[in-house]
């Protein structure tokens, strides 16, 4: 029999079981790669009169610190109290949701972003991990009910409206996938399963049908699909989006197998491919480091993965599982979505590529994520069979 309770010394494991250093180790490196790749996309010509622009490098380091320090707070929380406080933060959620709407700035389309100074903070982006703990509290139960099971798509319902009004669809869809692991890692029975797909995929269609989304958002889904001659045929406030995907495929073509070598990428130093430290960022990566080293960061994200799918398996506690399982979606679809963006065979969304893209919100919703996951794991060896 299984229960919980405090080990003894004699039970105390070395420390390397309570923390996960493969996890650790593969979240540092795939951080520091990307302050690197982050400096080479923002650092300018660089020549013998003109210095290198260091500021987002010094950002994002800054940004990288603060994640850690918040993902050891996260791994260190009681679950009590960490269960205690989710009220709380998804009150906090919904009145920046709405504040947001009211005075943030619009960027690329979408009113999204509080804009301080230099700063600008995102709301949704530590949504998804509000709405991973509100999930996993709410249907972490034995007996998912037919009310209970409302109730989870109701806290997730709201959010997800509120974000569609920005509108930021890329930030929607992970969202969903946060939703969808969540529930299918439940004890939701399985003809419930399959009639909320149903209904999902009502939803996208129809929401795909409607004007909830503005055109520069239906171009962006549809563009990556269409040949050299449709293309040509599009406004050009449409084709714009082609053309970004374009520029970056021409990035990561020219990086081959071995790369063109840090900081000398030409598309990259010359800044044709848009917003290359955030979201194609993965293309800085395929020109400077080629085939090789995008390949080798690819790796440390399977890592990464695997040892959180690793930790949801083992974890002995309903509610500790499904917040693994959520942080495992979070990152799967983000890494998938915004990696194939790149290579365009995937939708330009403007999901960021954790622990890589530009962005302190981004950044530290990455680092408190794994926070949680060490926190799991952590909790795991509380459970002492007796």
């Given at each position: ?6 080990p003894t010394s004699r039970d105390r494991n070395p420390w390397w079981y309570v923390v996960d250093p493969a996890l650790i180790i593969s979240t540092v490196i795939i951080t520091a790669v ?129 974000i569609l009004k920005q509108p930021d669809l890329g930030t929607v869809l992970v969202y969903l996938a946060i939703v969808a692991a969540v529930i299918v890692a439940s004890n939701v029975p399985t003809r419930a399963i399959f009639l909320l797909a149903i209904v999902a995929l009502t939803a996208v269609v129809g929401i795909l049908r409607s004007p909830v989304l ?173």
């Amino acid at each position: 029999m299984i229960s919980i309770a405090r080990p003894t010394s004699r039970d105390r494991n070395p420390w390397w079981y309570v923390v996960d250093p493969a996890l650790i180790i593969s979240t540092v490196i795939i951080t520091a790669v990307g302050v690197v790749l982050v400096y080479s996309a923002t650092r300018g010509p660089a020549n013998g009169i003109i210095a290198p622009d260091r500021s987002f490098l010094e950002r994002q380091t800054f940004f990288a610190f603060l994640g850690s320090v918040l993902a050891i707070v996260a791994a260190l929380i009681g679950v009590r109290t960490l269960r205690s406080l989710i009220p709380l933060a998804y009150a906090g959620l919904l009145v920046l949701l709405l504040a947001v709407l009211q005075f943030g700035a619009t960027v690329s389309g979408a009113t999204a972003w509080f804009q301080v100074g230099g700063f600008a903070f995102q709301p949704s982006e530590p949504g998804k991990i509000v709405l991973i703990l509100v999930l996993a509290r709410v249907l972490s139960t034995g007996t998912i009910t037919t009310a209970r099971l409302a109730a989870g798509l109701g806290v997730a319902l709201v959010p997800i409206v509120l974000i569609l009004k920005q509108p930021d669809l890329g930030t929607v869809l992970v969202y969903l996938a946060i939703v969808a692991a969540v529930i299918v890692a439940s004890n939701v029975p399985t003809r419930a399963i399959f009639l909320l797909a149903i209904v999902a995929l009502t939803a996208v269609v129809g929401i795909l049908r409607s004007p909830v989304l503005a055109s520069y958002q239906e171009a962006r889904l549809t563009v990556f699909l269409l040949n050299d001659e449709a293309l040509a045929k599009l406004d050009p406030d449409v084709a714009n989006f082609a053309y970004n995907a374009k520029q970056s495929q021409v990035a990561i073509g020219n990086g081959g197998l071995f790369g063109q070598g840090l900081f000398q990428g030409t598309q990259t130093s010359s800044n044709l491919v848009p917003a290359q430290q955030t979201d194609f960022i993965f293309s800085v990566a395929g020109e400077e480091l080629g085939f090789r080293g995008a390949a080798a960061i690819l790796l440390l994200y399977l890592l990464m993965v695997f040892r959180i799918w690793r930790v949801a398996v083992r974890a002995p506690d309903p509610f500790d599982r499904l917040v693994a399982v959520g942080v495992v979606a979070m990152l799967m679809f983000q890494i998938f979505q915004s990696v194939g963006m790149t290579t365009g065979i995937m939708p330009v969304t403007g999901i960021p590529l954790p622990f890589v893209s530009y962005g302190g919100s981004s950044m530290v919703t990455s680092f408190v994520a794994i926070g949680l996951v060490l926190g799991v794991h952590r909790r795991r060896f509380d459970y002492v069979e007796r």
